[in-house]
């Protein structure tokens, strides 16, 4: 893999770098419309002759390699322990014998450039994708030759990827944690603001993103110690909580990645959104420019609207006073009117249409408020408890319970925090190999080996809630390119057709595996008091009808999928109240922007945002052909931009009652933006049950590169996901 296939290789020319090369073929492209995959092709041959190669660590064989990387400090030893050499010389061995080749240039340059292992003082690489692999799957084996096996031929079939912090420091001493993000939910208190903050700095500084939950922080001018006015509100904890994850940057990778969720309807809710707005000539005590934020959107702002009314801003201090509970423990749609009818509760009233022009206006100018459907994640949960805030990608949905301390600083209440195990099946490599049920159980096996290996005991209550939930968040990437093989067109009735059959299919094995591990080890705490007890959270899924069309019928056929009846759904749900489920939560979506590229493939769920994309890579840029695109399909090739919004929303639509958590759904608005489009298309996923909205992107795909080739939206892309 350090080198491609380098038969009758000729000279470079003085001058000809991989970098130019790969810009010829942009060039080519925009001036003639031509794509020329030979020059993504070559550009690869000459990377690693020229970068690569020349910069590898030579090892005559796998056991100098290995006692090298050990008592240089850059592997664990005790994971290799675990092993004989006998082994682990076949197994290097076996990995290599995949002969696996790089598919596109950036695939190559965003592996070696973020995520193989360097030496320290020379900066020679000192791993291939093959070695990285390897360590990966022998860590999370922990000595178990059979999973190890079943491990890298999972990924190295192209039917797995693993999380970025996962692939990156499995096996890597002093390396960061295998978790890609976290959520804190914060209470209201100065002891909880600041002990919040730490842990979101401990969780930032071993390379994980924080999603952090604002909703229970007074709002600006509310009481404190009963004298009124006091509280400054919520943006100057924002702008704290935003210079922590500036200054404690992911291990000097990357910049540290905080996102902030609040209750639509609190008061300071849209001071936080104004922060974020274009900057120019702004105070910039009023600035919020790295942190990311997160609307969680109740049905009553929705209905609101919907109906050109006025709606009612809240402070979570008369929330709590009369509810008796923390504004993120209820229902603030079950309260909605008690609290406007009460003279006693502090009310300001805003137009709701507006504020959701506004929202829309400030996601043209930054992609973001992120956006969470409370009421749709809440009506869709299994699992008894309120959830009030999502991650800083928005494709975990679980609930919490927040820390206390008492005065003297002493722990009450050890809480349940959320952790984030995600990894991605890929679809093309999951189709195509026809084995999708033990595929799935080995995929699922993986992500619970990193919750059992995640070691975050610097922040008890994520300790606490891993174990308890034992949750994970198996996903995909390369569905759209999976359609656009199969020439299924994004948005037509073949891809919502397909869309609810492979989710309902993924969820149906996943369920099974989580069943065989709960009667192995028991059931994640707090079973008996979920709907999968009772067997009413299978009652969708057994009883529905299933209308599919002869395309996705014949794809059915021809890959041998084992989608599920509705008996198998009875018999499975009668399992799970028998043996119970080993996790609270299966199955989550992400962006995976990062790992996407590395392997090659059409991220997430959604087809690529451009045919050609420009991608920051250091200093200069990267072009990367989208994934599946050739010249025989590029005028078939659809864009992100270019799917109607309404058919791209009912692809995640059709998915998304088979996801226990969320969707990390990018919306890609089309060239002319106006609020009235991004409005209608909230409504739409609002309305379509979809839970949460990522970001929003503006279409650059017809603008003109600058004098450096440059093609970049000014969106700041989540530094957790991005490559």
């Not at 404690?248 to 104004?274: M, W, Y």
């Not at 759209?480 to 094995?509: M, N, P, Q």
């Not at 008996?528 to 014949?554: I, M, Y």
Request: overall charge negative.
């Amino acid at each position: 893999m350090s080198k491609v296939e380098l038969q009758d290789t000729p000279t470079i020319p003085a001058g000809e770098t991989a970098e130019s090369i790969n810009a010829a073929l942009w060039v080519k492209h925009f001036a003639t419309g031509e794509l020329d995959l030979d020059l993504d092709k070559k550009a690869t041959r000459v990377y690693f002759l020229r970068d690569i190669n020349p910069n590898t660590h030579f090892f005559h064989n796998t056991r100098e390699k290995l006692k090298y990387l050990v008592s240089e400090g850059y592997y664990k030893k005790s994971f290799l322990e675990a092993y004989t050499w006998e082994f682990l010389e076949e197994f290097y061995k076996s990995i290599f014998d995949y002969r696996y080749r790089y598919q596109k240039f950036i695939a190559a340059e965003a592996f070696y450039s973020k995520v193989a292992l360097r030496d320290n003082n020379t900066g020679k690489y000192l791993e291939r994708f093959e070695d990285r692999v390897a360590a990966t799957a022998l860590y999370l084996a922990q000595g178990s030759e059979e999973k190890a096996r079943r491990y890298v031929s999972l990924i190295m079939r192209d039917v797995f990827q693993p999380a970025t912090p996962t692939f990156q420091n499995s096996g890597r001493a002093n390396a960061g944690q295998l978790t890609s993000c976290a959520i804190l939910y914060v209470d209201d208190s100065l002891r909880s603001i600041y002990r919040t903050l730490d842990m979101a700095a401990q969780l930032s500084k071993n390379g994980a993103g924080v999603g952090i939950c604002f909703t229970n922080i007074r709002a600006k001018k509310a009481a404190i110690k009963g004298r009124k006015g006091l509280a400054r509100g919520l943006l100057g904890w924002a702008q704290i909580y935003e210079k922590t994850s500036q200054e404690v940057d992911q291990l000097g990778t990357r910049k540290g990645a905080f996102s902030i969720s609040c209750n639509a309807l609190h008061i300071d809710q849209l001071d936080l959104l104004h922060a974020r707005r274009a900057i120019s000539n702004r105070d910039v005590n009023s600035q919020l420019t790295d942190i990311h934020l997160c609307s969680v959107i109740p049905d009553i702002l929705m209905q609101k609207a919907d109906e050109g009314k006025r709606v009612a801003l809240f402070c979570p201090l008369d929330v709590k006073r009369i509810t008796g509970k923390r504004w993120t423990e209820i229902s603030i749609d079950e309260w909605y009117d008690r609290l406007v009818a009460d003279p006693t509760v502090r009310k300001e009233w805003v137009d709701a249409k507006k504020y959701f022009d506004e929202l829309s206006f400030i996601q043209s100018e930054c992609g973001e408020p992120f956006v969470m459907f409370e009421g749709n994640v809440n009506r869709a949960s299994a699992i008894p408890g309120w959830v009030s805030a999502t991650n800083i990608c928005t494709e975990i949905t679980q609930k919490n319970i927040i820390p206390e301390w008492d005065e003297k600083g002493n722990t009450t209440v050890v809480g349940e925090s959320v952790v984030c195990n995600v990894a991605s099946l890929m679809v093309c490599g999951l189709m195509d190999e026809g084995q999708f049920g033990a595929d799935v159980a080995t995929a699922v096996d993986m992500l619970t080996d990193v919750v059992t290996l995640s070691d975050m005991s610097s922040v008890p209550s994520i300790v606490a809630g891993n174990n308890a939930a034992r949750a994970i968040g198996l996903g995909t990437m390369d569905f759209a390119g999976f359609l656009i093989r199969e020439g299924i067109v994004f948005g037509d009735e073949d891809s919502k057709c397909f869309s609810d059959v492979f989710y309902e299919t993924l969820r149906y094995w996943a369920e099974v595996r989580s069943s065989d591990l709960a009667e192995q080890h028991g059931s994640f705490d707090g079973f008996e008091e979920t709907r999968f007890a009772d067997g009413t959270a299978f009652l969708w899924h057994s009883t529905r009808k299933r209308h599919l069309t002869p395309k996705v019928q014949a794809l059915i056929e021809r890959f041998n999928l084992p989608v599920p009846t509705n008996e198998m759904w009875v018999k499975q749900a009668e399992r799970t109240k028998t043996v119970g489920r080993y996790h609270r939560y299966l199955l989550a979506i992400a962006p995976n922007g990062g790992s996407s590229y590395y392997r090659a493939v059409t991220p997430s769920m959604n087809p690529a945002p451009q045919k050609i994309e420009p991608r920051r890579s250091g200093d200069g840029k990267t072009y990367y052909p989208a994934a599946h695109l050739t010249n025989e399909n590029q005028h078939i090739y659809p864009t992100a931009h270019q799917v109607d919004v309404y058919d791209y929303l009912d692809v995640y639509i059709a998915a998304a009652p088979h996801i226990d958590q969320a969707i990390a759904m990018t919306l890609f608005a089309p060239a002319v933006w106006t609020t009235r489009w991004a409005n209608a298309a909230r409504a739409y996923a609002y309305n379509g049950g979809l839970k949460t909205i990522y970001y929003v992107r503006t279409d650059s795909e017809n603008e003109r590169p600058d004098a450096q080739g440059s093609l970049f939206s000014s969106i700041k892309e989540c530094e957790s996901c991005a490559v």
